[in-house]
């Protein structure tokens, strides 16, 4: 369960395809030049448990760095393609990386915050230089590509995407392991969805995020083929399945929703026979688009809860979300538990706090106080989220605690209503939340991007808000509605709900 297993029995067996370019790295490349990286990584002193850091767009070299960094028991930070200068230069800093990576497409962004990330001794640039860095290439080809003596199992430290603060570093609890140690992430992927030597994973996500990253280093564990989309596009997505037979991918609702929207000729066209499992997370999903995408792709479509956190997950099939509509799952790593705001548990189908029993111990690195935050006192765990369960265990969430719009003293979950907006025709995106009113301390607000922004206006907004009043109740329909050509979302599919709510308590010494 290694890329340096698979290199031995089948060398020349492609690990990875880039979908834009065709670039092949086959597993006998992968191990050479990860074993060159982990020569290097220690010829500059860096020993197991260091940092290093990843600024890179989805790029050809970027499993390569992370196999390199595995082998060596170091933690390895990969960091958005899409953050500003001071973004870059606040995690580096913050997750103590001694070797920070980035390329030439991002040089513009890496080379303001180079003189002060603190800490980091050796800066890199794939595909030329910039002042400040050394060429990565040049490095890893002065590497052999024998494998070092002391190898153990590094890990990822990644920064949740921060849509409600500053992005927290998920620093997990582990014990020292070999590299091609087993773990529940490699179980599930056998198991349940059936990953194995076959599997050919087309991957249209940006690698820096936690679900692509470490599915597409089980694949390759697991001897597979991974085909990354450099960037996502809808129908290029439905042209790479047949083009590769792809077996197994891992989308995000909003996902769904662009290929809902695409023309009936272009959804109809292309064999998507292949394909037998379509895992999807990272955000919730209204229940009429899986409907559709169930009724189109079949049932072979899973849906996970959980977080870069790993301190538990939940997962359900087609057939068990069916049947218990707009979950997310059963606990299958930790144990469910629902509390109020007072940490008392609440019985089934009351919504409050989700709590992970019995998961995965991490830490907020460098935050002992939101790593407290993010405990009960007993102990269990929680990414902030609120739902409940049903009478079978399948939880159901209702929104971000963070999220939650309480108007006249009533708790209003705007998820509802952004489930029903995003499924009017002439709407791409949306976002509900809670903006300042006098009388009742907040009322609700509806961001919305148009199919078509020439549509927008009062006479769309009426409809919109006419939509809302004929299947809400009026205390969760929106009081207004504005709009916005695009919508602030991260390429996973997190939307940042935060920067357009802020715009709206500007001045105010309260948010709620």
């Known amino acids: 369960m290694h890329p340096y297993i698979h290199a031995q029995k089948n060398p020349d067996k492609p690990a990875y395809i880039m979908a834009g370019s065709g670039e092949t790295v086959t597993y006998r490349q992968l191990d050479d030049q ?22 890179l767009e989805n790029h050809p070299r970027y499993f390569e760095i992370c196999w390199g960094a595995q082998r060596s028991g170091l933690i390895y930070t990969a960091l958005s393609s899409r953050l500003t200068p001071a973004e870059v230069d606040y995690i580096v800093t913050d997750c103590g990386a001694r070797l920070f990576i980035t390329s030439k497409h991002l040089a513009d962004k890496a080379t303001a915050p180079a003189a002060g990330m603190t800490g980091v001794a050796n800066r890199y640039m794939i595909d ?26 590094g890990h990822d430290m990644l920064y949740s995407s921060g849509t409600t603060g500053r992005p927290k570093g998920v620093l997990p609890v582990v014990e020292r392991q070999p590299i091609d140690y087993d773990n529940p992430l490699l179980a599930i992927s056998r198991k349940l969805y059936g990953i194995d030597g076959d599997t050919i994973y087309l991957s249209p996500a940006p690698l820096y995020h936690a679900a692509p990253l470490r599915f597409n280093m089980s694949v390759m564990r697991l001897g597979g083929t991974s085909v990354i989309m450099e960037h996502f596009d809808a129908e290029e997505f439905l042209k790479l399945v047949p083009k590769y037979k792809a077996t197994h991918t891992q989308v995000v609702p909003t996902m769904f929703v662009r290929f809902l929207k695409l023309p009936d000729e272009i959804r109809s066209r292309p064999d998507m026979s292949s394909l037998k499992c379509a895992i999807h997370a990272a955000a919730p999903c209204p229940i009429p688009v899986k409907e559709q995408m169930i009724a189109w792709w079949g049932p072979i479509i899973w849906e996970y809860y959980g977080g870069t956190e790993g301190n538990g997950l939940t997962m359900c099939n087609a057939a068990e979300w069916m049947a218990h509509k707009g979950t997310v799952g059963r606990a299958i790593v930790g144990k469910l538990k629902i509390c109020d705001d007072d940490g008392n548990e609440l019985p089934a189908g009351e919504p409050g706090t989700v709590y992970f029993a019995d998961g995965r111990p991490f830490e907020y690195h460098n935050d002992p106080r939101k790593t407290a935050e993010s405990r009960h006192p007993k102990g269990w765990t929680t990414l902030g989220d609120v739902g409940y369960v049903d009478v079978d265990g399948f939880l159901h969430l209702t929104d971000r605690k963070a999220f939650m719009i309480i108007s006249g003293g009533v708790n209003i979950y705007p998820q509802e209503c952004e489930n029903l907006l995003i499924n009017h025709p002439k709407v791409m995106d949306c976002a509900v939340f809670g903006v300042p009113n006098e009388e009742f301390g907040e009322e609700v607000k509806a961001v919305v991007q148009p199919r078509d922004m020439a549509d927008a206006g009062p006479a769309l907004a009426e409809e919109l808000l006419a939509y809302c009043r004929q299947q809400l109740s009026a205390i969760k329909c929106p009081r207004s509605v504005d709009f916005e050509a695009e919508l602030p979302r991260h390429p996973t599919g997190k939307l940042y709900k935060r920067l357009l709510r802020d715009r709206y308590w500007q001045g105010r010494t309260t948010k709620i």
């Open 34 to 55: 990860s074993n060159r990286i982990a020569q290097l990584f220690r010829s500059l002193e860096l020993k197991p448990g260091d940092h290093i850091a990843l600024f």
């Open 128 to 153: 030329g230089v910039a002042p400040g860095y050394e060429s990565w290439e040049a490095a890893v080809a002065r590497q052999p590509a024998t494998r070092i003596a002391d190898e153990t199992a």
